[in-house]
């Protein structure tokens, strides 16, 4: 029944809603989805592959401190995304570590879902798992959605986990 | 780490190829999938529920023997269908039955993409499998997929497992 291991790559992103803690409420959910429905108690028969892609520049249009007037406030503001991103990780890893379930992180920069599907042709998981806000069709038009691109195009299964609905946040667009 | 077991829906279908063993291609291998990527194991963490979905008169069009006389042609006929379904069936179920999981089966008459979804609502299962044949967008348009429509609308996560390469047949249509 197969002595390799199950490897899945678990896309996360960061939370939109200021002062929350650092994942995002769907890739939050996906996560756990994936422990407690898939892996169980079965810890040394999956590998988890957290991928964390950031799109340059996401927050720059709320952020009142984003001026920019010299090469260093790049580079102050590439130091800041750096490390907004592995604590982000940082979270994922620690549960696996305390799970007991072997892991590996990293971070990329670029659109999500294509980085995320290059990502999935490169690295062949047995499967992707990614979180969704579960917008209905209008939202979508606005916002994209990087389940949907990903489950036509990534050379994988793809599991799709749509937030739940008591944990949608007053703007649904926020996660 | 959840001590309910994990309920899996599993969509079968039957072979399109005259002569064929009765799973379609895709259908066992979104079963091999789950009971080698998922299951593993830990046989005892999940319970499998296979629905097959008999589409009235299905393949009446291609059938010599199909000409109806009298009622009797019809009950005869409604008779084979569902031994043709039990057969389907007990594949699944002896399969389960030697890997040590433990399963349902049960056969439906309707559109497939409509009960499948109508069952998820009814039995809630944690996530749904379902096979598919890879067809590209312009078969698609002409054969239309149960895998796309159950994705955007069945109430629980759904998995698609595509059809490997190497198994597509001469006909890519047939399965």
């Excluded at 798992?129 to 949907?148: A, D, I, M, N, W």
């Excluded at 036509?152 to 739940?164: F, G, L, M, S, Y």
């Amino acid at each position: 029944m197969g002595d390799e291991v199950t490897r899945v790559m678990v896309a996360v992103n960061e939370s939109s809603i200021k002062g929350y803690p650092h994942p995002s409420i769907s890739s939050r959910g996906a996560f756990e989805w994936t422990i407690n429905k898939i892996v169980r108690s079965n810890v040394s028969a999956f590998n988890l592959f957290f991928l964390h892609v950031q799109v340059p520049d996401e927050d720059g249009f709320d952020e009142t401190d984003s001026i920019y007037a010299s090469p260093e406030d790049f580079k102050n503001m590439k130091q800041r995304d750096r490390i907004r991103g592995i604590h982000l990780l940082e979270y994922f890893v620690n549960r696996c570590h305390d799970i007991g379930v072997v892991c590996q992180a990293w971070i990329m920069q670029g659109d999500p879902k294509e980085v995320i599907c290059h990502e999935v042709q490169r690295l062949r998981p047995d499967f992707l798992v990614v979180g969704s806000r579960g917008l209905g069709p209008f939202q979508k038009v606005f916002v994209g959605t990087v389940s949907e691109f990903c489950w036509k195009h990534a050379e994988c299964p793809v599991i799709t986990i749509k937030r739940k609905p008591d944990e949608t946040p007053q703007d649904p667009v926020d996660d």
